[in-house]
């Protein structure tokens, strides 16, 4: 199914990279302009645009840690600025402290659950008058499998996820007056450059997925940007509050 987003301005969060600049090509390939937010690596972000002026989209740059709620405010103020409105937003922007329960300090905790799920509602309130004014919009937020099983030294994630899970369902009702659709997409395990924070252990999750995943290969993050344009066009207009699982099958096995 070909989706169509001409006219549409996007924001993803956390798009300099990995599964967030895949998600934001993705966007712009369908037609939407796109805001690339970033919080460390300007040179990345930039290239990201480079892309997407090649597609012939537009494109603005803007800079914001979005665990910080005066960030936030910042980069919308921006957005309503610079870019004048809002149709789509993606909440993908995530980091986290990995280990033990036992072991978790209320820094890491806070850290990640701020970057993870408070962002989401932060972002939410800010970004929902900007599409109303434009007669409506849609908001994906990434999950992973994390929100429901257990993984080795993910429980700040972990929480973090099923807290955006939960939010997801609440936005979808309380925004659905002002035809803001809202969803979210957990992923499986895909090779980026996160996995390079699980140390030896990144590896062994590789391993154990190629062996056991019944699609019979690793997500690329294609694979997720394809499930967030869908949900951002009118073909998932009836989808609301959902999170929807992309995993080529693998946590059926587990």
């Known amino acids: 199914m070909e989706i169509d987003l001409t006219g ?3 924001l993803v969060t956390g798009s300099s990279r990995g599964i967030g600049r895949s998600i934001a090509l993705h966007l712009a390939r369908c037609g939407a302009d796109i ?20 597609l012939g989209r537009q494109v603005w740059v803007i ?48 850290w990640t659950l701020n970057i993870n799920a408070r962002s989401v509602l932060l972002c939410a309130q800010r970004a929902a008058p900007l599409m109303a004014a434009r007669g409506g919009g849609a908001i994906v937020s990434m999950s992973s499998l994390g929100s429901q099983r257990v993984l080795p030294d993910y429980v700040a994630v972990g929480v973090s996820k099923a807290a955006l899970e939960t ?10 007056s002002q035809n803001i659709v809202v969803n979210a997409v957990s ?8 996995l390079k924070h699980f140390a030896q252990q990144g590896q062994a999750m590789v391993d154990a997925v190629q062996h ?21 066009s009118p073909a998932a207009h009836m989808i609301r509050g959902q999170t929807l699982i ?8 587990m």
């Not at 005066?70 to 995530?94: H, P, S, W, Y």
């Not at 056991?212 to 951002?232: E, K, N, S, T, W």
């Open 167 to 176: 939010l997801t369902r609440y936005l979808a009702v309380e925004l659905a």
């Open 246 to 253: 992309v995993d080529g099958g693998y946590s059926l096995m």
């Open 212 to 232: 056991r995943i019944p699609a019979g290969r690793m997500l690329v993050p294609d694979d997720l940007a394809q499930v967030v344009a869908f949900l951002c």
């Open 63 to 110: 800079k914001a840690h979005v665990g910080d709620e005066q960030k936030v405010d910042l980069l919308f103020d921006a957005i309503r600025e610079q870019v004048g409105g809002l149709d789509i937003m993606v909440c993908n922007a995530a980091s986290g402290f990995l280990r033990p329960a036992l072991e978790q300090d209320t820094r890491g905790w806070d």
């Open 187 to 194: 992923g499986g395990l895909v090779e980026t450059d996160a």
């Open 35 to 54: 805001v690339v937010n970033f919080f460390r690596n300007r040179t990345a972000a930039e290239d990201t645009a480079t892309a997407i002026r090649n």
């Open 8 to 10: 549409k301005i996007a």
